[in-house]
C-alpha cells in the first residue's frame, strides 16, 4: 500500500494508525513530501496517481504539444493542486469530477525560480478525480535533445530523445516532479511517419504505418523516469525479455556489444531478487546523450561511446540494469538523498560483473573507481559540505549533487559494511532491502535505522561501521583501505620499465582489457617528453584508438604535453560526443594548461551538438555567456 495513502488517511481522518507506521508516517510526511526543496508540489494535500498523455511531436518546430490527464487523490480540505512546470505554455486546464463531465479550472502560474521553474497551481474541491493540462514545450525545453539528420549515425531522419533526470521532467510534461511522488501511466504519441517512438514503458518492437504509438507503463514510477525518444529505429532481440534498439547502423554493433545482457539480468536475479520491470531493453542513442546511461524503467537510455567493439565498456550496463532494483524499485526520497540510488547501484553493478568475469575483473572497476573518488574529493576540496553522502542542495540545481561522491564514496560505504558482517550476511541484508521496500521512496535517515535494525543490531557493529562519519562527514573516513587489483600489478610493472628504462614490451599488453590501459594511462607522470609522448603513441595507439575511455585519458596527457599530433582526434571527439563524463575533464584540462581559446573555438563549434545537461556544465566552466 502507498505511504502517502496511509498519511492522508492519518492526517485528514484522525484514524488510528499503528504505532510503527504512525512514527514512521510523520516522518515520511516532513521528510519526503514537505521537505523536497526542488518540487513545488504539495503532496499531502493532493497528488498525481496516474497519468494518461496525448502527445505530438512536431520536428519543425521542435516542439511537444501534449494533453496531460492526471488521476489525483487529494485531501478533503484540500482547495488547489501544485504541479511543477518549466517553460511549458499552458492553454487550457480542465478538471472532472466523472468521466464524462470536464469543466473549466480556475488555474495560475506561480512565481518563477530558476532551478525549479514555474508552479502551476490549479483550483479543486473534494470531489475533482481528474485534472487534464493542455500544453507545447518550448523550442529548448531543457529535457529534450532535437537532433537534425546530419546529427545522427544514419543522417536519414531526425532524432529526439529525453533525459529528465534530475528535475527536467518538467520541461516536457507538467507533473509533480518528486522521485517521492510515483504515478502510472498511458500514453498515445504522434510522430511524423517513418519513425519509431519509444518511452519508459511497454514498447513497440516495429515502426507502425501511422507514425501513431500507444504506450502503458503498469508499475508505478517518479517523474524523472519519464522518457521518449524517436527517430530512425530498429529493434533486435537479444533473449527471451531483452533486446537493443538502435539506429539501422548502429544495431548489429549494439546487439554484438551486448549479447551477454541476458546473462547479467540472470545474475542480478540471483543476487538481489526478482527483476520487476518485465521486460529490459536497451536503447543505443546518437552520442550527444550526455550521459553513460539513464537508468528508464524497460528501456535504458545508453550512449554509442561504449560500444567499444570488444564488450569491454558493459559495466554500464550492468550499473544501468542494476537501477532497476536500486533507485527505481527503492527510490531516493529526495535528491539529497542520491547516494542511496548510486552507491548501491555502483556495489550491486560491480556485483554483476564480478558473477560474470570474476573478482579479479570486478577489483580492476573498484581500483578505477577508487581513484575516480580521489579526484573528486580534490576537486571538492573547497566544499568539503558536498563530500558528505547525505546532501544538502536546497536552492541550488540538483545536478549539482550528481558527483562521484554519490557513486563511488556511497559504494565504498556499502564494501566496508559488506566486510565488516560478511558477504553471506550483507546479501540477505540488500535482498530484503530491496524486497521491503519494493515500489517505494527512502531518506537517508530511514535507511540508518533500518540498517541498525536489520543489520547492525549491536553496539560493537555500529561502532565499527561507523555510520556518521561515512554518511554525515566529508571525505572519506580515515579507515578506509584503498582497493588493490591483482590485473594491474603487471599494468604497474610494464609502466615502471618504460619509466626507468624507456622500454615498453606490447607483448606484455597484449591481453589488456579497458581497463588496464585505463589504469596505465593514468599512472603515467602528468609531464613527459615529447619523444616519450611520441613512443607511447606509437606503440600503443592511443590517438586513433576506437575506444572513448582510452582516447578520453590519453587526451588529458596530450593535451598537459601538448603533443599536437592528438589534436585532431581530439577536435573530432569533442565535436562528436556529447558525453559530459568525457567533456568535463577534458575542457577542464584545456584550461587549466593555457588553451582556454583553443577550448572555446572547439566549444563554438561543439556546442550545437550537445544536450543542455551537458551546456549547461560547459558553459560555466568556459565562461560560455
Ligand atoms: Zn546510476
Redesign the pocket.
Known amino acids: 500500500m502507498n505511504r502517502i495513502i496511509i498519511l492522508l488517511f492519518c492526517c485528514f481522518t484522525l484514524a488510528a494508525c499503528s504505532p510503527k507506521e504512525d512514527s514512521k508516517e510523520v516522518k515520511k510526511s516532513n521528510q519526503n513530501y514537505t521537505m523536497d526543496t526542488h518540487s513545488f508540489a504539495k503532496p499531502t494535500e493532493s497528488r498525481i496517481v496516474h497519468l494518461d498523455w496525448e502527445a505530438e511531436l512536431d520536428f519543425d518546430k521542435k516542439i511537444i504539444s501534449g494533453k496531460a490527464s492526471y488521476l489525483i487523490e487529494s485531501a478533503k480540505a484540500a482547495k488547489e493542486i501544485v504541479f511543477d512546470t518549466r517553460g511549458l505554455t499552458i492553454h487550457k486546464v480542465s478538471i472532472q469530477a466523472n468521466e464524462s463531465e470536464e469543466l473549466p479550472a480556475e488555474f495560475k502560474l506561480g512565481e518563477p525560480n530558476p532551478h525549479l521553474g514555474v508552479p502551476l497551481i490549479v483550483n479543486i474541491n473534494r470531489d475533482v478525480k481528474k485534472v487534464n493540462i493542455y500544453y507545447t514545450t518550448s523550442p529548448d525545453a531543457a529535457a529534450l535533445q532535437w537532433l537534425s539528420a546530419e546529427q545522427t549515425a544514419g543522417k536519414k531522419q531526425a532524432f529526439l530523445f529525453t533525459q529528465s533526470q534530475a528535475i527536467l521532467a518538467r520541461s516536457w510534461v507538467p507533473t509533480q516532479d518528486s522521485p517521492g511522488i510515483r504515478f502510472t501511466y498511458k500514453a498515445e504519441v504522434k510522430a511524423p511517419k517513418d519513425m519509431m517512438v519509444l518511452m519508459s514503458a511497454e514498447n513497440p518492437q516495429e515502426k507502425s504505418n501511422t507514425g501513431i504509438y500507444k504506450f502503458e507503463m503498469k508499475q508505478a514510477i517518479p517523474a524523472y523516469l519519464l522518457a521518449l525518444s524517436a527517430g530512425d529505429l530498429e529493434f533486435k532481440s537479444l533473449g527471451a525479455r531483452s533486446g537493443v534498439y538502435a539506429e539501422p547502423s548502429m544495431l548489429e554493433a549494439s546487439a554484438y556489444e551486448f549479447a551477454e545482457l541476458e546473462a547479467m539480468i540472470d545474475a542480478a536475479e540471483a543476487l538481489y531478487g526478482p527483476y520487476a520491470w518485465e521486460r529490459y531493453d536497451l536503447l543505443v542513442l546518437p552520442p550527444s546523450f550526455p550521459f ?4 528508464n524503467p524497460r528501456l535504458t537510455f545508453a550512449t554509442p561511446t561504449i560500444i567499444a567493439g570488444d564488450r569491454s565498456l558493459t559495466a554500464l550496463v550492468a ?2 540494469l ?2 532497476s532494483w536500486s ?1 527505481n524499485l527503492v527510490t531516493n526520497a529526495t535528491w539529497d538523498d542520491f547516494w542511496l ?2 552507491g548501491f ?2 556495489y550491486f ?1 560491480r556485483r554483476i560483473m564480478e558473477s560474470l568475469y570474476g573478482k579479479e575483473y570486478a577489483a580492476m572497476l573498484e581500483v578505477l573507481g577508487y581513484q575516480d573518488l580521489q579526484h573528486t574529493l580534490e576537486d571538492l576540496s573547497s566544499s568539503p559540505e558536498d563530500t558528505k553522502l547525505k546532501l544538502s542542495l536546497e536552492g541550488r540545481d540538483p545536478d549539482d549533487g550528481m558527483t562521484d561522491i554519490a ?1 563511488e564514496k556511497g559504494y565504498f560505504f556499502l564494501r566496508n559494511l559488506e566486510e565488516i558482517v560478511g558477504r553471506d550476511k550483507f546479501d540477505s541484508f540488500l535482498k530484503e532491502y530491496f524486497q521491503s521496500n519494493a515500489f517505494d521512496v527512502m531518506t537517508t535517515e530511514e535507511f540508518v535505522v533500518y540498517l541498525n535494525e536489520k543489520l547492525l543490531n549491536d553496539e560493537a557493529l555500529q561502532a565499527q561501521a561507523d555510520i556518521d562519519a561515512w554518511i554525515y562527514g566529508p571525505g572519506l573516513p580515515e579507515t578506509n583501505q584503498s582497493p588493490r587489483a591483482s590485473r594491474f600489478e603487471k599494468v604497474e610493472e610494464m609502466l615502471s620499465a618504460f619509466l626507468n628504462e624507456g622500454a615498453l614490451d606490447t607483448g606484455m599488453s597484449a591481453n589488456w582489457s579497458t581497463h588496464e590501459w585505463l589504469h596505465f594511462l593514468r599512472k603515467l607522470p602528468r609531464e613527459l617528453q615529447p619523444e616519450q609522448m611520441k613512443a607511447l603513441d606509437e606503440l600503443c595507439g592511443f590517438t586513433s584508438s576506437g575506444n572513448s575511455e582510452i582516447l578520453a585519458a590519453w587526451f588529458q596527457l596530450s593535451i598537459r604535453n601538448s603533443y599536437a599530433p592528438a589534436d585532431a582526434a581530439l577536435d573530432s571527439f569533442l565535436v562528436n560526443v556529447g558525453r559530459r563524463k568525457f567533456l568535463r575533464p577534458t575542457y577542464k584540462a584545456l584550461k587549466e594548461n593555457g588553451k582556454l581559446e583553443m577550448a572555446r573555438e572547439i566549444y563554438a563549434r561543439a556546442r550545437p551538438n550537445y544536450h543542455s545537461v551537458s551546456t549547461n556544465s560547459m558553459d560555466e566552466l568556459l565562461g560560455w555567456n
Open positions: 553513460g546511461g539513464m537508468e550499473h544501468e542494476a537501477h533507485g540510488n548510486e547501484t555502483v553493478e557513486y
